[in-house]
């Protein structure tokens, strides 16, 4: 079970907008840390796709966007496109007894209909 | 091109020992933290250990603290993982990644641990 709460699938068709929920808690996303997301290709390493909640790397499509509010973020992803299809993951900090420690959610799969 | 690239992958028995490496190219290997991070077959990714850019600092995920050992060679620019004591549940593909701030930034390609008797 993930610390970070993420849909297990989300589809759209072509052209559509399509979010993709992170749900953390106060000692992750709600105590001020930031959020990350990755996309992961069908066969391959995970890529960044948005960092410090919601700057896109040099490269990234502006159709992708991040936001962050309270204990929660989210990806958005405007004009789907076929090639958009892939696992996407959040990636925060998460402080407990143990220390700060990185932490993932569990993935959401996105289908392009 | 900013490039990490693993190696040393493989089948280990349960309880055995298996050395990873991750060879950097194309930045100034010892000016980052570097990390290595799991997937396990069809699962999520899993945050496994970092280490700072002197080697002075090394953080683990619990699972594998006393088991696996992080370690770097900056002459050599490259990134190592020590893993012993090795379970069924350490099976997965185990990802290099350059650490920038507080986000990993680029992947390797990854290497396959399968760990079966």
């Known amino acids: 079970q993930s610390v970070l709460t993420q849909p297990p699938s989300v589809s759209g068709a072509p052209g559509q907008r399509v979010t993709i929920s992170c749900t953390g808690s106060?000692?992750?996303?709600?105590?001020?840390?930031?959020v990350h997301w990755y996309q992961q290709l069908p066969g391959t390493a995970p890529k960044l796709l948005i960092y410090?909640?919601?700057n896109r790397p040099s490269g990234v499509p502006d159709r992708f966007s991040g936001s962050k509010s309270g204990t929660s973020a989210s990806l958005a992803i405007t004009g789907l496109q076929a090639e958009d299809e892939a696992d996407y993951y959040c990636?925060?900090?998460?402080?407990?007894?143990?220390?700060?420690?990185?932490?993932f959610g569990g993935g959401t799969k996105l289908t392009v209909l | 091109e900013v490039q990490l690239v693993e190696s040393g992958g493989g089948l280990v028995q349960p309880g055995g020992s298996l050395r990873l490496s991750c060879a950097a190219s194309?930045?100034?290997?010892?000016?980052?933290?570097m990390s290595w991070v799991r997937q396990a077959p069809g699962k999520g990714l899993e945050w496994v250990a970092n280490?700072?850019?002197?080697?002075?600092?090394?953080y683990y995920v619990d699972s594998v603290k006393g088991r696996f050992t992080i370690s770097r060679d900056n002459a050599k620019n490259s990134l190592y993982l020590q893993m012993n004591s090795l379970r069924a549940e350490d099976t997965a593909v185990y990802y290099c990644?350059?650490?920038?701030?507080?986000?990993?930034?680029?992947w390797g390609q990854g290497t396959l641990v399968t760990v079966s008797s």
């Open positions: 990644a350059r650490k920038r701030f507080d986000w990993f930034d680029p």
């Open positions: 194309g930045f100034t290997f010892s000016s980052y933290w």
């Open positions: 280490i700072k850019q002197d080697g002075s600092e090394k």
């Open positions: 106060s000692s992750n996303i709600g105590a001020g840390y930031d």
């Open positions: 410090g909640n919601s």
């Open positions: 990636q925060s900090y998460d402080s407990s007894l143990s220390g700060r420690r990185e932490v």
